[in-house]
C-alpha cells in the first residue's frame, strides 16, 4: 500500500536551544552513533536554524519559561475579496516543564496558517493530529469547525486540555494520549486529515512515527485519509525518516 500525504517544509528558525553538550560537537562532521548519543542527551540541539533568510514567526519563549500564556494570531482569508481578513486569535498556555513538546514550535504556526486557509471547508471534517504539544494546529482547525482529537504522550495532556479550555473548543476539540511506540486501539471512526508539525528532530522516533501514521491510513485503502506533515529541514539524518517513509507513503511539497 502506498498512501499519499502532502509536505510542507518550515523554512524558518525556532528558538535557540539549550547550550550543546562541549563533547563531540567540536567535530564539523560527526558519526552516526554521535548523532544519536547527542540526540538522547538533547532532543532539542536540531531545532536551531540552518538559514539566514528566515524570519521569525513565534514570539520569543525561553526554555525556562513555566505557565505562561502566549497570544497567536492567525489569518483566515475571505472568499470575498472586497472584505478584509478575518483573525483566529488563541491563546496559548506554554511550558516547557513537560519537555519540548510543552512549547510552540514555528513549524506548528506554519501548518496552522496553511489549514487556515481552507478556511471553513475543514468544517464537520474529521481530524487527528499526531505529537500536537499545546495543541496549536488542532486549536485552529477546531476554531474553523472540524470535529479534532489533538494527541500526545501522557505528560502533554493537562497543557493540551488548558488550552482546548482557554479558547473555549470543548465542543470541536478533544485530548487523547498516543504514544507512538505503542500499538493502536481499533480505530471505530476515518480521520478526514491526520496533521503532523515538527514531528522529525528525534531520530530514535522515526520508526514508531512512521509506523504509527501507517497504522492510522490502513484500515481505510477505499478513501485514504489526508496527511498535512509540516517539518523543518535540519540535517541529513532526517532523510532516514523518509527512506523509512517512502515505503509506505508517496508525497508532494506544498
Known amino acids: 500500500m502506498s498512501s499519499s500525504m502532502a509536505i510542507i517544509f518550515s523554512n524558518i528558525p525556532p528558538l535557540p536551544?539549550?547550550?550543546p553538550p562541549p563533547t563531540l560537537h567540536t567535530s564539523q562532521s560527526l558519526s552516526l552513533a554521535e548523532e544519536e548519543a547527542l540526540d538522547i542527551i538533547d532532543p532539542?540541539?536540531?531545532?536551531s536554524s540552518t538559514g539566514d533568510d528566515?524570519?521569525?514567526?513565534?514570539?520569543?519563549?525561553?526554555?525556562?519559561?513555566?505557565?505562561?500564556?502566549?497570544?497567536?494570531?492567525?489569518?483566515?482569508?475571505?472568499?470575498?475579496?472586497?472584505t478584509s481578513n478575518r483573525t483566529i486569535s488563541l491563546s496559548l498556555a506554554v511550558d516547557a516543564s513537560p519537555g519540548c513538546g510543552g512549547i510552540a514550535w514555528p513549524a506548528g504556526e506554519v501548518l496552522a496558517r496553511?489549514?487556515?486557509?481552507?478556511?471553513?471547508?475543514?468544517?464537520?471534517?474529521?481530524?487527528?493530529?499526531?505529537?500536537?504539544g499545546t495543541g496549536l494546529v488542532g486549536l485552529v482547525a477546531g476554531y474553523l469547525g472540524a470535529h479534532v482529537c489533538v494527541t500526545d504522550q501522557a505528560p502533554l495532556i493537562p497543557i493540551m486540555n488548558r488550552n482546548v479550555s482557554l479558547n473555549r473548543l470543548q465542543s470541536n476539540v478533544v485530548v487523547a494520549e498516543l504514544d507512538w511506540a505503542k500499538p493502536l486501539t481499533d480505530m471505530q471512526q476515518r480521520p478526514d486529515i491526520l496533521l503532523a508539525a515538527d514531528c522529525v528532530y528525534f531520530e530514535p522516533a522515526f520508526p514508531h512515527l512512521v509506523a504509527t501514521l501507517a497504522a492510522l491510513v490502513r484500515p481505510f485503502p477505499e478513501r485514504?485519509?489526508?496527511?498535512?506533515?509540516c517539518y523543518k529541514k535540519r540535517r541529513k539524518a532526517d532523510k532516514r525518516f523518509f527512506s523509512l517513509l517512502k515505503k509506505y507513503f508517496t508525497w508532494s511539497e506544498v
Open 44 to 47: 532539542l540541539r536540531h531545532l
Open 114 to 132: 496553511y489549514i487556515a486557509r481552507r478556511g471553513h471547508a475543514l468544517q464537520g471534517l474529521n481530524v487527528l493530529e499526531l505529537g500536537s
Open 224 to 229: 485514504t485519509p489526508e496527511v498535512l506533515f
Open 17 to 19: 536551544p539549550p547550550p
Open 54 to 82: 528566515d524570519t521569525d514567526l513565534l514570539q520569543a519563549q525561553s526554555y525556562s519559561l513555566y505557565n505562561q500564556i502566549i497570544q497567536i494570531d492567525i489569518q483566515i482569508p475571505l472568499v470575498h475579496p472586497e
